[in-house]
């Protein structure tokens, strides 16, 4: 199996900055695409933004411009830096990665725990 482990996570101040980070780490595996997710409290959970392989890149409207997606295939990492911070931002961020178990051919949906973030002066 795979576990997907999220970190970075925090209180920062309007207009401050987070590094979210994600590894995925267990069974022999690839990854297809990585992203980040969050749900703020009574709301649904929402994509922030997605990487694929290749680095191909795709944000939500509210993160373009403010957040930046990234991947080190090599560390079966994905990164979310995230730039001015709004109070709206506030959320559980959680880690996305779909995987292709060695010997399998089926693609899978993992998840991370989620990180906390809150943005509040």
């Known amino acids: 199996q795979v576990q997907l482990v999220e970190s970075g996570g925090g209180l920062v101040q309007p207009g401050g900055s987070l590094r979210l980070s994600c590894v995925a780490s267990?069974?022999?595996?690839?990854?297809?695409?990585m992203g980040w997710y969050r749900q703020a409290p009574a709301k649904e959970r929402e994509l922030v933004a997605r990487i694929l392989s290749g680095g191909t890149t795709a944000y939500a409207d509210s993160a373009k411009g403010r957040f930046t997606i990234s991947r080190d295939n090599a560390k079966n990492t994905v990164y979310l830096q995230m730039n001015s911070l709004k109070p709206d931002d506030t959320a559980v961020y959680y880690c996305?990665?779909?995987?292709?178990?060695?010997?399998?051919?089926?693609?899978?949906?993992?998840w991370g725990k989620g990180t906390l973030v809150t943005v509040s002066s």
């Open positions: 996305n990665a779909a995987i292709v178990l060695a010997g399998d051919y089926v693609e899978m949906n993992y």
């Open positions: 267990g069974s022999a595996f690839s990854i297809n695409a």
